[in-house]
């Protein structure tokens, strides 16, 4: 009886599905937090430009 209980635990695969689930759902979102914080960096270097640019230009258009 014991040993029957045993054998079916050991075949009983139905947590294994969560579980794969689980590590694939932790895969997606360290690959979107990697390239969301490389863009990050990419978008704070064009506002930054783009500041330079603007303050650049507003100092030509205020001098006489």
Not at 9 to 34: N, Q
Not at 53 to 63: N, T
């Amino acid at each position: 009886m014991l040993r029957n209980i045993i054998s079916e635990f050991l075949k009983d695969e139905s947590g294994a599905t969560a579980i794969e689930y689980g590590l694939i759902a932790a895969l997606v979102s360290v690959a979107a937090i990697g390239a969301l914080g490389a863009m990050g960096d990419s978008l704070v270097e064009i506002f930054d430009t783009v500041k330079v640019e603007l303050e650049d230009a507003s100092a030509s258009a205020s001098a006489p």
